[in-house]
């Protein structure tokens, strides 16, 4: 195909490697049903709540949040209820720049 690996790589992964301090607030939106980064048997070892808390460790002033969507979407959201996500999302966007 002649797709070079460790260039796509680098771009798709590169959220991955961010820095971490200097954030005022932080914000994560997850669906319950988004088995890829939340648990809803067991909440507090999800991968959300552990990158929560790794920016929470370098940011102790920031205002941080991790907010799980109750209505049936997974990690096709956007797909599932594309309407609902969108209006979720804004009033998330709005809180984030306030």
Known sequence: WGVNFEDVAKDLYATHY???DGYKRMVWTVGHFDRNHW????????????????????NPDAQIRLI??????????????PKQLAAADYSVVRWLVK
């Open 39 to 58: 648990l809803p048997e067991d909440p507090m070892h999800a991968l959300e709540v552990y990158v929560a808390n790794e920016y929470r460790d370098v």
């Open 68 to 81: 799980v969507w109750d209505p049936p979407m997974t990690h096709y959201g956007h797909l599932e209820l």
């Open 18 to 20: 961010t820095r971490m």
